[in-house]
C-alpha cells in the first residue's frame, strides 16, 4: 500500500503564494502518476494538476493555469505544489494522490486545509 501525507496548508491573504509537499512511501514511487485535487465545503472534489513519472508531462485544470506548478523529486518521494496569486476561490483542503496512470489514482492523502482570505 503506498501512504501518502500532505503538508504546508495555512491561511494566506489573497495574492499571496504557499507551496504544498506530499511525501509518499513505497519502493515503486518514481511509476506513479502524481495528482493534486481540492475540495471546498459542500462541494464535489475537483481535479488541480497532475505529473506524469520522468515529470516531463504536466497538466492543470483551467482555473490555476499560470498560477500553479507542479513539481516532483523522486530520489526523495516528494510532490510538490506550489500556488502563486492565490484567490479565494482557491479555498479548500488539498489532496494528494497517486496512480498507476492516467485518471486511475487509487491513493490519496488525508487533505491540507487551504484558506485564501480577501
Known amino acids: 500500500q503506498v501512504q501518502l501525507v500532505e503538508s504546508g496548508g495555512g491561511l494566506v491573504q489573497a495574492g499571496g503564494s504557499l507551496r504544498l509537499s506530499c511525501a509518499a512511501s513505497?519502493?515503486?514511487?518514481?511509476?506513479?502518476?502524481m495528482g493534486w485535487f481540492r475540495q471546498a465545503p459542500g462541494k464535489e472534489r475537483e481535479f488541480v494538476s497532475s505529473?506524469?513519472?520522468?515529470?516531463?508531462?504536466?497538466y492543470y485544470t483551467d482555473s490555476v493555469k499560470g498560477r500553479f506548478i507542479i513539481s516532483r523529486e523522486n530520489a526523495k518521494k516528494m510532490v510538490y505544489l506550489r500556488m502563486n496569486s492565490l484567490k479565494p476561490e482557491d479555498t479548500g483542503v488539498y489532496y494528494c494522490?497517486?496512480?498507476?496512470?492516467?485518471?486511475?489514482?487509487?491513493?490519496w492523502g488525508q487533505g491540507t486545509q487551504v484558506t485564501v482570505s480577501s
Open positions: 505529473i506524469s513519472w520522468s515529470g516531463d508531462r504536466t
Open positions: 494522490a497517486a496512480g498507476e496512470g492516467w485518471s486511475e489514482y487509487e491513493y
Open positions: 513505497g519502493r515503486t514511487f518514481s511509476s506513479y502518476i
